[in-house]
């Protein structure tokens, strides 16, 4: 995560799945593959992935033009 980023600018894997209209699977999966890459993960094993909103949604937009 980049140092002058905000909290508002980090959206958690709920979010990024409804704007991409996918399963969270998918989302893991594209998290695992560098399709989208998570921008932090929270501490703990099982700690939520958070993503950049603006990744998540040129990765949206990207998807919707080729639909």
Do not use: H, Y
């Amino acid at each position: 995560m980049l140092p002058d980023m905000t909290i508002q600018d980090l959206i958690g894997s709920t979010e990024s799945c409804r704007l991409l209209r996918v399963d969270k699977s998918t989302l893991t999966r594209w998290a695992k593959t560098g399709v989208l890459n998570p921008a932090t993960k929270l501490p703990g094993r099982n700690g939520a992935l958070l993503f950049e909103r603006t990744d998540v949604e040129k990765l949206a937009a990207a998807r919707a033009e080729s639909a």
